[in-house]
């Protein structure tokens, strides 16, 4: 066997993407009571889909899907096909007819369609008013963030067919963000909680679905204004440490990572300390 190369690049023909988007919501912010004027809730549903989706196809799959995959995906030689046109072989000389070169250009590929439900909601509450005192005693702030995704389904490859990928990781049914503020005077503590819904992938090497549960990252801060151009700050991130093992070579993980980081938290808990100043 020898080495195949090739040319990884972006397209020459790219064209832009298409998206038709529909979305409808409404807001509720009352003002008909004292203790509801601070509510804001919004609720939005989307339904977005794209066509013409930027993607790379690999050079395994130009191979693959140009000669025939053994699933029957691919019965006849297209030379003219997007997959054909990345193969090269060799046009003489004692290596004619092996493969010299496989491309890899982006090309508008795949096709993506999503839809679900976003809600946000915020108070505010002036904790002397609880007491109906004139002491301050500073002032607590509520959020919240949740996203219900009912479906993303994605053809990565024209006339293949779409797949769903709604509870894989990344792509949670369930998922939200919750925070917690109180600002009193120079002296302000967050609480932020992140909520990943549960997971399951199908692994051809597992005889079961790989299950992941609902996990809750924490990150706490304190922040302190000394002066009015100058701020204290330190914090803790993933204050549980909470660590979600996904394994080398079945995550997406970066090199050495067992546990997908781009969905969950790879490095545990974690202190900073810093300051800020303003100009």
């Known amino acids: 066997g020898g080495f195949v190369g090739g040319a990884v690049a972006g397209g020459f023909d790219l064209k832009e993407e298409t998206a038709e988007t529909f ?16 509510l804001a809730i919004s609720v939005d549903y989307f339904d977005i889909e794209i066509t013409d989706a930027i993607g790379t196809l690999s050079r395994q799959t130009s191979l693959n899907r140009c000669y025939g995959n053994g699933d029957d995906t691919v019965t006849t030689f297209d030379p003219n096909s997007a997959f054909c046109s990345n193969v090269f072989r060799f046009s003489a000389g004692p290596s004619l007819g092996a493969t ?24 505010t509450l002036d904790i002397a008013d609880m007491f109906g005192s004139q002491t301050d005693y500073g002032i607590l702030g509520f959020s919240a963030n ?18 769903d990928s709604v509870g894989t990781q990344g792509l949670s049914e369930h998922e939200g963000l919750f925070g917690v503020v109180y600002d009193y005077g120079p002296l302000t503590l967050a609480v932020d909680t992140t909520w990943i819904g549960e997971t399951a992938e199908d692994y051809d090497f597992l005889t079961s679905d790989f299950e992941i549960g609902d996990r809750f990252f924490t990150d706490v801060q304190a922040r302190y204004r000394v002066a009015d151009t100058m701020t204290l ?20 993980g970066g090199t050495g990572q067992y546990t997908n980081d781009a969905v969950y938290d790879s490095l545990g808990r974690r202190y900073y300390a810093g300051f800020r100043l303003d100009f």
């Open 23 to 38: 979305s409808i919501g409404f807001v509720f912010n009352p003002d008909y009571n004292k203790w509801l004027e601070p």
């Open 100 to 123: 010299d070169q496989v491309n890899s250009f982006t090309q508008n590929l795949a096709s993506i369609k999503t839809s679900g439900i976003d809600l946000q909601a915020s108070y």
């Open 146 to 163: 949740y996203q219900y995704l009912d479906t993303y389904e994605v053809e990565s490859i024209p006339n293949d067919g779409f797949a």
């Open 233 to 252: 700050i330190f914090g803790v991130d993933n204050v549980a440490d909470e660590f979600v093992p996904t394994g080398v070579g079945i995550s997406n």
